[in-house]
Every structure is written in C-alpha cells, then in structure tokens.
C-alpha cells in the first residue's frame, strides 16, 4: 500500500504565506511525477503546479510567481510554499504522485485526502 498525506493547510490573510508538505510512504519502490492540484468550491480540480523525479517543474498560470513545488527525494516528500496569497487561492489542495510500489513493474497515480486553505480577505 502507498499512502500521500499532506500537511500544512489552515486560514490566512490575503498577502500571507503558507507551505504544505506531501508525505508519500509505504511499499515504494520508486516515484517519478508529483504535482499539487486543488478544488474550489463548485469549480473542477485543477493542475496548480507539478514537478518530475529530476526536479523540472511547471505551474498554472495564475499562480506563477507566488508559488514554488519543490521535492526532497530521499524523503518522498514534496512541498508548495506560497507566498502573496489570495482569497482566490481558497480550495482543497491535494497531492497526487506517480508511483511503482515495490515488487510491481507498473506505475499508478496516487493521491492525498486533501487539506483545506482558505485565504480571507
């Protein structure tokens, strides 16, 4: 079994900042994609940022300058640090990671449950 869990959610002010973590753990044998996708309410989930096992990365538009994906891959751990947020960022950010668990030879997506931010104004 692999598990994605994040961390790092909560309330803040418009201009504020917030990091999340993604812990991937279990059987893995090895990761390859990772991004972050979030779900505002009554809008469809989206790609907010993604990143490859040798550290390329790639963002939405409308947050481009604000936020940074970064991975540690000795931890399986990803991170989205985010900085001049806006009440526009407010959703449910879910982790998702490319992963081949041990002793298969396929790579399936996993995701995370998701952890809420929520931007006031």
């Known amino acids: 079994q692999v598990q994605l869990v994040e961390s790092g959610g909560g309330l803040v002010q418009a201009g504020g900042s917030l990091k999340l973590s993604c812990a991937a753990s279990g059987s893995i044998g090895s990761i390859n994609n990772m991004g972050w996708y979030r779900q505002a309410p009554g809008k469809q989930r989206e790609l907010v940022a993604s990143i490859t096992r040798g550290g390329n990365t790639n963002y939405a538009e409308s947050v481009k300058g604000r936020f940074t994906i970064s991975r540690d891959n000795a931890k399986n751990t990803m991170y989205l640090q985010m900085i001049s947020l806006k009440p526009e960022d407010t959703a449910v950010y879910y982790c998702?990671?490319?992963?081949?668990?041990?002793?298969?030879?396929?790579?399936?997506?996993?995701w995370g449950q998701g952890t809420q931010v929520t931007v006031s104004s």
């Open positions: 998702a990671a490319n992963v081949r668990p041990i002793l298969s030879t396929m790579f399936r997506d996993y």
